[in-house]
């Protein structure tokens, strides 16, 4: 059996610190662990017997990008597997939120996942198969307040992975989205700036704020467990890969009664939605 090649993006911490310790210990697997700061990858040292290749990688920055896809395409001969899993969060009402501070992560969560993937395909289109796997979020299917821009960078990466899937389905390539609810991660913690409401109208999402910061490596989701899925899903399950996983009961949950609510409303409309077009 041939060695899968998997490269994933953001693996000092979370999920993506998670995925990189599992596939480290799998068979057939090579692992391109890709960091801001490849020094917070030691870790990974015990399992390395030449199969694990650090590289550093900002998703922001395009020339890291084309660096660390180059040197994996060199030790491996390609790349089988992409996880665009580098991500922040952000909370803030939506009119008190810093346009400085969202367009960044906007930077890192669509346009670090879609240059990334862009300098991947050809490698892809190259070997005509692939799995790229895209980390959205419960939040890229259902809004919370004090999310908005959050969700404004999850929801596109849903459309964009939607369309794409369907551009490369014939190419021998697959997209997967994964969609967690609250995992214990640095994710409510480091990696998302919190902007207290200031304005009295909005007084009231202080407390949704706090609370969210708090319950921060609280949460029900085991990353570990998510790493587990993923692989298995990949690995196992290729030819019937969702194009979406929600990940944790309260993401499944909430994505059924979301769907469940939305048909429903769709279907009172249809008449009245079907009358606009011209007879
Ligand atoms: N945890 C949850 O409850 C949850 C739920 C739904 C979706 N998600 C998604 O899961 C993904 C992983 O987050 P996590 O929960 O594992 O949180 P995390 O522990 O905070 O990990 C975030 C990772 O992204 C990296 N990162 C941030 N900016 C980057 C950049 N410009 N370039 C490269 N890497 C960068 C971080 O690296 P540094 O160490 O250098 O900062 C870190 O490795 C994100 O896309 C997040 O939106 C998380």
């Known amino acids: ?22 596939l480290a210990q799998q068979e057939n ?6 960091a801001r700061h490849t020094d917070q990858l030691g870790y990974l040292d015990q399992y390395d017997h030449g199969q ?24 491996f001969g390609g790349i089988d597997v992409l996880v665009n899993n580098a991500g922040l969060g952000y909370f803030g009402t939506f009119e008190e939120s810093n346009r400085e501070d969202v367009s960044y992560m906007f930077d890192v969560n669509v346009w670090g996942l879609v240059d990334t993937t862009r300098a991947v395909l050809p490698l892809m289109r190259k070997q005509g198969s692939g799995v790229i796997v895209n980390f959205s979020s419960i939040g890229g299917l259902y809004s919370f307040p ?5 969700h404004g960078t999850k929801y596109a990466v849903e459309g964009i992975s939607e369309s794409l899937a369907k551009e490369v389905k014939d190419l021998g390539i697959k997209v997967l989205l994964i969609e967690p609810s609250g995992f214990r991660t640095d994710w409510a913690g480091r990696s998302s700036k919190k902007v207290m409401p200031k304005i009295e109208d909005y007084q009231q999402f202080g407390d949704m704020i706090e609370s969210n910061a708090k319950g921060a490596h609280h949460e029900a989701g085991d990353p570990d467990k998510a790493a587990q899925i993923i692989f298995d899903q990949v690995t196992n ?8 996983l929600p990940l944790g009961k309260f993401s499944s949950e909430t994505a059924i009664a979301k769907y469940k609510h939305d048909l429903s409303e769709f279907e009172r409309l ?4 079907s009358s606009a077009d011209q007879q």
């Open 270 to 273: 249809h008449d009245l939605s």
């Open 1 to 22: 059996m041939t060695n899968k090649t998997w490269f994933v993006t953001g693996t000092s911490t979370g999920f993506g610190h998670s995925l990189a310790a599992y």
């Open 52 to 75: 694990i290749l650090k590289q550093t990688l900002d998703v922001t920055k395009q020339d890291e990008i084309k660096t660390a896809v180059s040197a994996a395409g060199d030790k």
């Open 29 to 34: 697997v090579n692992l391109v662990a890709t």
């Open 237 to 244: 399950h290729e030819k019937d890969l969702p194009l979406r």
């Open 146 to 150: 004090t999310l908005s821009f959050y």
